[in-house]
């Protein structure tokens, strides 16, 4: 066997996404057909097969998927000890190939390989159709989160859940209805319960999409201020940025970029707004990435400036300490302490507090000491 003829073909990978050359049979020039098993037919097996020339054409010539190509191979020492062995069967990968019986007509012979081909076609078709049919499979796929009651706009909810169903060609009323049920949460899932119950399955898509609008439509203003409002406190300054800008597409998907960027900006610390040119600011990116060269000082602010402000004012609490009035009134000087507590205060009853004596200042005392020595 100087030669084999090896047929190679683009189908689609386990993901169904991207697609992987295979070869699927191996010919002989007696037109003898062998058949590569399925689990061995990737290429990235056949390692002695993708050195040769002949393959990186094979390779340039698949464009689509299902396309095959039959390719004449001399058999090099490689090869050789590869598929075939020392008796000159067909092997590969430990285990000798089985042939692919052919039928004669009245034409002569006709191979089996192209019923062989439609039928694996028909396969991956079919397999490929059981994994749409599979709803789960699909919603794994969505890009959209589950909906909650907390939801502050069901319109674009629905609007995005509608284009996601048209993306995965889920066009009948029916299945977009029963795909919903996996995108409920919480609550939402006994309001769709209640609906099927209503409404049932079989009914317009329509009729599910304004009920489900009208259930869940928020007509207060609490999130919208919330969202408007929102401000930054603490942490990391991108943080900040991402959510309020969430909350803010949450509210209104259809508010233009522009304006995002005044919203999100109008929370930012007033040192930190300063710093940053309005101009230059075409999208959320550049602020996001503008805002993340401050993050320094906001650090710095928490950790010194701000400190050093909160002792500041505890000292101006100290400084605007008042004096006694009782101690102004009786002349016995300029005294800072609570006048509840003053020593000179004279009770109703013309008597002093005996507790009071017992916490006495050694200053009042000798205060009176000195008044009585004037006195004599």
Known sequence: MDQLRFEFALMPASDGKSNVCCVTSITTKDEKVFVIPEELQSVSLHKELIKTAAYNKVKNSLKKRHQTRKVWMTMSDELRKVYIDEDGNLQFGEQYLEEIEQKQTSGGLEKNTDSLEKLFAKLIENTQDQKKQNLKYIAEKFVIEKFTSKNTNPNQWIDIFEKECLRFDILEDEKKIEILRLFMDKSCVDWYS?????????????????????????????????????????????????????????????????????????????????KINREAMKDTVDLFNEVRKYEHLVNKNRNGVYRKFENQKINNKIEERTPCKTC?????????????????????DNTFDRKSIRHVNNSVIEAELNENEQKN
């Open 194 to 274: 209640s609906m099927i119950i209503k409404l049932t399955l079989n009914s317009d898509w329509q009729i599910w999409k304004n009920k489900f609008c009208e259930s869940f439509a928020n007509q207060g203003w609490n999130q919208v201020t919330y969202a408007l409002f929102f401000k930054y406190k603490d942490g990391s300054l991108v943080d900040y940025a991402i959510k309020k800008e969430k909350l803010i597409l949450d509210m209104r998907r259809s508010i233009d970029t522009g304006t995002l960027v005044d919203l999100i900006a109008a929370g930012l610390p007033g040192f930190v707004r300063e």
């Open 328 to 348: 102004e009134k009786l002349n016995k000087g300029t005294r800072y302490h609570p006048e509840a507590a003053c020593w000179f205060k004279v009770k109703d």
